[in-house]
C-alpha cells in the first residue's frame, strides 16, 4: 500500500512539473500578480493605522504605495490635416530647386495647388484605475476627447488598447475602458468631507515622468474658472500639477481619490503652486451614468440666474447675498410652469440650502429628471416656496438660458445714453427679433454703466420694477426720487443672455 502511494505522489508531482513546465509563464504571472495584490491590501490595512497617528513622512509613504499601482499613463494619438502653405515650398525651393531635404515634402511645382498633409498629434494624460474587475480608468475629457487611438500604460510597463472612452464635456470627465487584465483600482472618497488645509497627494505622468508624485494642502474649496459655461466646483490645492497630470488623483491619507486633476493657473504655464481638481463627489454620478448610459442626463430648472452684490441685494429687500437670482425665466420651462419669475431670489433647491449661482446650477443638474421638488425663494422681500417638477436639461442648453453672463445700462449720472429700439437698431446690434426696451448707445468710459460691465448694444428692459418700452419712461424711471442712490435694471444681449444690475450714480 505505501509502494502504491508513493506512486501516485510520485505521480501528481510528475504532472504538477509537466503542467509548470507548459504553462510556467502564465503562472508566474498569476501568482506574482496575487502576491502584489495581497501586498496592496496588506498596506492598505497598514495605512489605516498610520491615518490615526501625527507622522507624515510613513503616512505619505505608505498612501503613494497603495495609489500608485492604480495610477496609469494615458497616451492619444489624432491624426489632423493641414494644408501646405506655399511659403515653406517657395523657401526651400529657393535653396535647394525642385530636390527636397532629406524628410521634407517635395515641391507641388508652379502653378500646383496646396495639398492637405496628414500629421499625428499625440497627447499624454493621466488616469486611475477605479474598477479593476471591469476594467474602467478614469481621465479627463481634455486628454482623450477627439483622439483616433489611446493607450494606457500600467505602472508594470505593459501597455493596453482602450477598448472604448465615454466622455463628459461639461465636467472634464472621461471614463475608457481596457480589456480583462491584472488591475489594482483605487477608491473613490467624500469629497464633501475634506477640509481647506487637508494634506493630500497628486499622483501622475507630468511632462511625462510617470508614477511623479506631489504632495500639499486643499487650498480652497468651490473654485470656478472663467469658463462659465460647465460645472465647476473644483478642489484647489498646491500639490504640484503639470502638464501630464490631467486626468490623475488627488488622495487622501487614507489612500482614497477625493479628486481628478484638471487644471492649473499659470503665467508661465508650469506649477505656480494653483492647481485644480474635480471632487469626487462630482465625479460619482457622472461615472455612473458613463458607464451604465453611455452619457450624462441632467436636471432642468428653465431660469437664467445670477448672483448679487450688496447693493443689487438691498434693491431686491434681502437680507444676504447668499442665493441666486432669477434673471430670466425660459417660456414653457419648469420655472415658468412652476409660477416663478424674474426677480425671484432663490435659497434653497430640494432641502439644500443655495449659496450662489454656481452651486444652484450644480445642485439642479444633479436632480433626478420627473421628480417634484421644493423651491424656497423671495419676492418682494417676503420668502415663499413652491415645487418645481425637474425635466431633462436640452441638448442647446446655452440658448435655452440656464447659465447666463451678460450686461446692460443707463444714461446721464449713470453713465449711460439710450434710445428706444426699433427694428433697425435691433438688427444693427445683431438681435434675431426687437426687442422692447432701449438699446444702449453710448457708455461713458470709468462710469457706473462701465464698471458694471454695461455695453453699447444691450437692451435695457425694467428699470427697478417698471418695464421700459421707451427712452422717455427709461429717463422718467432713473430720474425718479428713489433713483437717487442708484437704479437696478434688467438687461438683455443679443445672444439671449439676461441679468440683472445695480447703478449706483457715477462719481
Same mark, same amino acid.
Given at each position: 500500500m505505501k509502494a502504491i502511494n508513493r506512486w501516485l505522489s510520485a505521480g501528481v508531482l510528475v504532472a504538477v512539473v509537466a503542467y509548470a513546465a507548459i504553462d510556467g509563464p502564465r503562472i508566474a504571472t498569476r501568482i506574482?500578480?496575487?502576491?502584489?495584490?495581497?501586498?496592496?491590501?496588506?498596506?492598505?490595512?497598514?495605512?489605516?493605522?498610520?491615518?490615526?497617528?501625527?507622522?507624515?513622512s510613513p503616512l505619505f509613504v505608505e498612501v503613494a504605495k497603495v495609489l500608485r499601482p492604480a495610477v496609469v499613463e494615458v497616451r492619444v494619438t489624432k491624426k489632423v490635416k493641414m494644408q501646405e502653405t506655399p511659403d515653406i515650398n517657395q523657401f526651400f525651393q529657393h535653396f535647394f530647386g525642385d530636390e527636397a531635404p532629406f524628410g521634407l515634402p517635395q515641391s507641388p511645382g508652379k502653378g500646383a495647388k496646396p495639398q492637405p498633409r496628414e500629421y499625428l498629434q499625440r497627447g499624454l494624460g493621466s488616469g486611475v484605475v477605479i474598477d479593476a474587475k471591469n476594467g474602467y480608468i478614469l481621465t479627463n475629457y481634455h486628454v482623450v476627447g477627439g483622439a483616433d487611438e489611446t493607450q494606457v500604460v500600467l505602472p508594470d510597463g505593459r501597455t493596453l488598447k482602450v477598448e472604448w472612452a465615454r466622455t463628459d464635456p461639461m465636467t472634464d470627465l472621461?471614463?475608457?475602458?481596457?480589456?480583462?487584465?491584472?488591475?489594482?483600482?483605487?477608491p473613490l472618497g467624500d469629497s464633501d468631507a475634506m477640509q481647506v488645509g487637508d494634506c493630500v497627494l497628486a499622483i501622475g505622468a507630468p511632462e511625462g515622468l510617470e508614477q511623479t508624485v506631489t504632495a500639499g494642502i486643499i487650498s480652497a474649496k468651490g473654485r470656478v474658472t472663467d469658463h462659465a459655461k460647465t460645472y465647476q466646483s473644483?478642489?484647489?490645492?498646491? &500639490?504640484? +500639477?503639470?502638464?501630464?497630470?490631467?486626468? *490623475? %488623483?488627488?488622495?487622501?491619507?487614507?489612500?482614497?481619490?477625493?479628486?481628478?486633476n484638471t487644471a492649473i493657473v499659470s503665467e508661465s504655464g508650469g506649477n505656480e503652486g494653483i492647481g485644480f481638481a474635480i471632487p469626487s463627489n462630482m465625479v460619482k454620478s457622472v461615472m455612473t451614468q458613463l458607464i451604465e448610459k453611455g452619457k450624462v442626463t441632467r436636471g432642468y430648472l428653465g431660469v437664467a440666474i445670477q448672483g448679487v452684490d450688496e447693493k443689487l441685494a438691498k434693491s431686491f429687500h434681502l437680507s444676504s447675498t447668499?442665493? &441666486?437670482? +432669477?434673471?430670466?425665466?425660459?417660456?414653457? *420651462? %419648469?420655472?415658468?410652469?412652476?409660477?416663478?419669475?424674474?426677480?425671484?431670489?432663490i435659497v434653497s433647491v430640494a432641502g439644500k440650502p443655495v449659496e450662489n449661482s454656481n452651486e444652484l446650477r450644480n445642485l439642479v443638474a444633479g436632480l433626478e429628471v420627473g421628480k417634484s421638488v421644493p423651491v424656497e425663494f423671495y419676492r418682494d422681500g417676503k420668502k415663499t416656496s413652491v415645487s418645481v417638477t425637474i425635466e431633462t436639461q436640452p441638448a442647446n442648453m446655452f440658448a435655452a438660458g440656464e447659465m447666463p453672463e451678460g450686461g446692460e445700462t443707463t444714461a446721464g449720472k449713470f453713465g449711460l445714453q439710450v434710445q428706444t429700439v426699433t427694428k433697425e437698431l435691433a438688427q444693427q446690434y445683431g438681435y434675431k427679433t426687437t426687442p422692447k426696451g432701449v438699446v444702449i448707445t453710448q457708455v461713458t468710459p470709468g462710469s457706473s454703466a462701465d464698471s458694471q460691465g454695461l455695453k453699447e448694444g444691450?437692451?435695457?428692459?425694467?428699470?427697478?420694477?417698471?418695464d421700459i418700452d421707451t427712452a422717455e419712461q427709461f429717463k422718467e424711471a432713473v430720474s425718479a426720487k428713489e433713483a437717487a442712490e442708484g437704479v437696478r435694471l434688467r438687461v438683455t444681449d443679443p445672444s439671449g443672455m439676461t441679468r440683472f444690475v445695480f447703478l449706483p450714480p457715477s462719481k
Open positions: 506574482a500578480f496575487a502576491v502584489t495584490q495581497g501586498q496592496n491590501q496588506a498596506a492598505r490595512e497598514h495605512l489605516a493605522t498610520l491615518a490615526k497617528g501625527d507622522t507624515l472621461a471614463i475608457v475602458k481596457v480589456g480583462p487584465t491584472d488591475l489594482i483600482e483605487a473644483f478642489i484647489q490645492t498646491d &500639490a504640484a +500639477i503639470n502638464h501630464g497630470n490631467s486626468g *490623475g %488623483p488627488l488622495v487622501n491619507t487614507k489612500g482614497e481619490v477625493i479628486g481628478i447668499k442665493g &441666486a437670482l +432669477i434673471a430670466s425665466v425660459t417660456p414653457d *420651462g %419648469p420655472a415658468a410652469k412652476a409660477g416663478l419669475k424674474s426677480g425671484d431670489f444691450m437692451v435695457i428692459t425694467q428699470v427697478q420694477d417698471k
